[in-house]
């Protein structure tokens, strides 16, 4: 696993927003909304970021589930039972003990001109970052392998 200080950052701006994302949980790290700063974490570049205790779940990506599953485990329609890493008394809570959240993201690309449907349904061009992970059938006892990206984007008009 990669030092607090090789948490890789990256600065996303428009006309009144910046926000500041982190490779370690894909992660919302501050925002500013012109010029007044919202602070979510805790310093990305110190080993505070990474510590449960002193850093829950603030800005983060959750996954695979987010929120809480009730005695970490649970049974699919075939009939298939599985049990999960509990990290939450006897719960499951936002993906396990090394959930999204707790995991560097394997690799990210900054995007430039990357076309989204915005609430009217219209094509708007944003700028940002993507981040992606890869967790094997199994990991935290979850079944199936599991390809996730998250974007972080904004556009000219936010």
């Given at each position: 696993m990669p030092s607090a200080a090789e948490n890789k950052l990256y600065s996303i701006k428009n006309d009144d927003i910046e926000?500041?994302?982190a490779q370690y949980?894909?992660?919302l790290v501050s925002l500013k909304f012109k010029?007044?700063?919202m602070t979510l974490n805790r310093d990305p570049g110190s080993e505070d970021f990474r510590n449960h205790d002193l850093n829950p779940h603030y800005g983060a990506t959750c996954g695979r589930v987010g929120g809480r599953i009730a005695d970490a485990?649970?049974?699919l329609e075939n009939g298939s039972s599985h049990?999960?890493?509990a990290n939450n008394g006897a719960n499951a809570l936002h993906g396990g003990i090394e959930g999204y959240s707790r995991s560097y993201w394997n690799s990210s690309t900054i995007h430039s001109d990357f076309e989204v449907k915005d609430k009217d349904g219209n094509m708007v061009n944003t700028s940002g970052v993507s981040f992606l992970i890869t967790e094997?059938?199994?990991h935290e006892?979850?079944?199936g392998t599991c390809h996730t990206t998250s974007y972080f984007?904004?556009?000219k008009d936010n």
């Open positions: 926000a500041v994302v949980g894909a992660t010029g007044k700063e485990k649970f049974t049990t999960l890493a094997a059938d199994g006892g979850y079944p984007l904004l556009s």
